[in-house]
Nanobody, 131 residues
Framework: VQLQASGGGSVQPGGSLRLSCTGS????????IGWFRQAPGKEREGISC????????FYADSVKGRFTISRDNAKNTVFLQLDSLKPEDAAVYFC?????????????????????????WGKGTLVTVSS
């Protein structure tokens, strides 16, 4: 399994982007897909996932209400819609796959998607948010 994130770019605060996660040679619908991001000097942050079995979704508090994850099975693609972008959203965004449901972990007082067990990490896509 190998995934590729794309769709990043440079936007002003308040702007929007739609990221895509694609794969070849397999069906994304068979996997739980997670989105992660990593800013320079910061830890990787698991911000969203969509479950393979029932389509349930999870969002970290840092993006809840602004980002939306979805699947387009006809295109074998998982999207992450980024709205109301803030400068602190700037990072390299990655997607990865997991067999089974979304695995979460508690960091401090917040829940995040757990990268352990995720695979298929490909090159990320850069999101820049600045005025």
């Amino acid at each position: 399994v190998q995934l590729q994130a794309s769709g990043g770019g440079s936007v002003q605060p308040g702007g929007s982007l739609r990221l895509s996660c694609t794969g070849s040679g397999f069906t994304l619908d068979d996997y739980t897909i997670g989105w992660f991001r990593q800013a320079p000097g910061k830890e990787r942050e698991g911000i969203s996932c969509i479950d393979s079995s029932d389509g349930r979704t999870f969002y970290a508090d840092s993006v809840k209400g602004r980002f939306t994850i979805s699947r387009d099975n006809a295109k074998n693609t998982v999207f992450l819609q980024l709205d109301s972008l803030k400068p602190e959203d700037a990072a390299v965004y990655f997607c990865a796959a997991e067999v089974g449901g979304c695995s979460l972990r508690l960091h401090g007082t917040s829940w995040y998607v757990d990268p352990v067990g995720m695979h298929g990490w490909g090159k990320g896509t850069l999101v820049t948010v600045s005025s």
